[in-house]
């Protein structure tokens, strides 16, 4: 088995502080506990309960993905009670893209988008999203797959068609 040069998961914690869905996550619960602290009334804390919710279905669903990068492969682990595991071998990766907004960039985090000739990635590109030191690892990523490229001798071909009138 290769050794991991990097792994790591969706950022749960990056997701509260970098985007607009976790800002208003936050400031639900706070508007719940702040009208209730008000006096009126404790049901307005139902607002912090589903607050409370919603970060622990994205706890979770961060729980449940991992992505493991070694000198020749990206491995990305899935699932609490029904696991799968997709490999894309690095020489294969066509692309590695990172898009983040301005909050993803205060936050530290960002999207990291993967498009290769694997068939982990037939039916769309692979997206990690809430991504801690996203830029750093998409370049790591790059430099991987342009090593692991040369040492199998492999060169990306883009076809393009044209019409010949």
């Given at each position: 088995?290769?050794?991991?040069?990097?792994?790591?998961?969706?950022?749960?914690?990056?997701?509260?502080?970098?985007?607009?869905?976790g800002?208003?996550?936050?400031?639900?619960?706070?508007?719940?506990?702040?009208?209730?602290?008000?006096?009126?009334?404790?049901?307005?804390?139902?607002?912090?309960?589903?607050?409370?919710?919603?970060?622990?279905?994205?706890?979770i669903?961060?729980?449940?993905?991992?992505?493991?990068?070694?000198?020749?492969?990206?491995?990305?682990?899935?699932?609490?009670?029904?696991?799968?595991?997709?490999?894309?071998?690095?020489?294969?990766?066509?692309?590695?893209?990172?898009?983040?907004?301005?909050?993803?960039?205060?936050?530290?985090?960002?999207?990291?988008?993967?498009?290769?000739?694997?068939?982990?990635?037939?039916?769309?590109?692979?997206?990690?999203?809430?991504?801690?030191?996203?830029?750093?690892?998409?370049?790591?990523?790059?430099?991987?797959?342009?090593?692991?490229?040369?040492?199998?001798?492999v060169?990306?071909?883009?076809?393009?068609?044209?019409?010949?009138?």
């Amino acid at each position: 088995m290769e050794q991991a040069l990097d792994t790591f998961r969706p950022s749960t914690l990056g997701w509260l502080r970098g985007t607009l869905a976790g800002w208003g996550t936050v400031l639900l619960a706070l508007a719940g506990i702040g009208v209730t602290l008000a006096g009126y009334g404790t049901y307005w804390l139902g607002l912090a309960a589903v607050s409370l919710l919603i970060i622990l279905v994205k706890w979770i669903q961060n729980l449940a993905a991992k992505y493991e990068v070694t000198p020749d492969r990206l491995i990305i682990r899935r699932g609490i009670i029904r696991k799968s595991i997709d490999e894309i071998e690095l020489y294969r990766i066509k692309d590695v893209r990172i898009d983040f907004t301005i909050i993803n960039q205060l936050a530290g985090i960002g999207r990291i988008t993967i498009s290769s000739s694997d068939e982990t990635t037939r039916e769309g590109d692979l997206v990690l999203a809430d991504i801690e030191r996203a830029q750093e690892r998409r370049e790591t990523l790059r430099q991987l797959v342009d090593t692991a490229r040369q040492q199998r001798r492999v060169r990306e071909i883009d076809m393009v068609h044209e019409d010949i009138s």
